[in-house]
């Protein structure tokens, strides 16, 4: 991406993860999560690749890279609520939300009970480092996307299997925001639509009764049904995965 996030779109298998588990409350490890802000200035100037050399700057990233989801939602949505919070865990930061819903440093989950995306030090680090500046807020946009799906009334999945048709238009969602980001100029076309076509291959789960995310083939063809699409708004193209509560009104 040329503007502020540079090459190196993903979607990261595991870390695509759809919610938080639920546990029984616990005391938080450490000091606890932290708020990130939507509205603090980015410290860098131009591209975000390399711009950050330490886990512990993972914050700055994503007040870099929030905003542009931010603005996505408004782009897309007339009154759409947004996330409650966007909650950084530190390394060493384990516990339990009032809400019921676990976190820690490898987290990267949207937790359903109190509408907050909780995002672990080591977990966005590792997709920053090892795959692109692109990957964490992609990652971002698919856990948003559940809220979304939160916010319409989706059905919650009783079976692992049933889960999987809402990790397909999350991705789809994830494509999306990469449309917009395109759209925006914030994108380094070609740079990062090879990076993500090799990224993908990554991606996926058997099929088997514990499946609750798509295989390899329909996440890489969920993702690419919106940020491909020529629509003014590719989330449209995720209404099908849940033709019952459209994601997203006609356009």
């Known amino acids: 991406m040329a503007k502020r996030i540079a090459a190196g779109a993903a979607l990261a298998g595991a870390a695509l993860a759809s919610t938080l588990t639920f546990s029984a409350p616990a005391q ?19 591209d975000l690749e390399g711009a950050f ?28 609520p947004h996330p409650a919070s966007y909650q950084f865990v530190p390394q060493g930061v384990s516990g339990t939300a009032p809400s019921g ?24 680090w590792k997709l920053y480092r090892g795959t692109g500046d692109a990957a964490p807020v992609l990652v971002v946009a698919h856990e948003v996307t559940h809220h979304f799906q939160n916010y319409i009334g989706v059905a919650r999945a009783t079976t692992a299997n049933e889960q999987i048709r809402y990790e397909n238009q999350a991705d789809c969602g994830a494509g999306a925001f990469m449309a917009y980001a395109r759209q925006q100029g914030l994108v380094d076309g ?28 329909q996440r890489v063809r969920s993702f690419y049904l919106a940020y491909s699409s020529p629509l003014r708004l590719p989330m449209a193209e995720c209404v099908p995965f849940v033709p019952e509560r459209p994601i997203i009104g006609a356009v």
């Not at 819903?101 to 966005?124: M, P």
């Open 101 to 124: 819903c676990a976190f820690d440093e490898t987290s990267l989950a949207y937790c359903f009970g109190d509408q907050t995306v909780y995002l672990g030090e080591s977990a966005v």
């Open 28 to 46: 938080a490890l450490g000091t606890g999560p932290e708020a990130i802000s939507t509205g603090s200035p980015c410290s860098v100037q131009g």
């Open 190 to 217: 070609n740079d990062d639509v090879r990076e993500l076509a090799s990224a993908l291959v990554d991606v996926g789960e058997p099929e088997g009764p514990h499946q609750s995310h798509g295989t390899v083939e």
């Open 53 to 80: 050399t330490a886990s512990s700057q993972m914050p700055g990233y994503l007040k870099c890279v929030l905003p542009d989801v931010e603005a996505w939602i408004d782009h897309q949505y007339l009154n759409m």
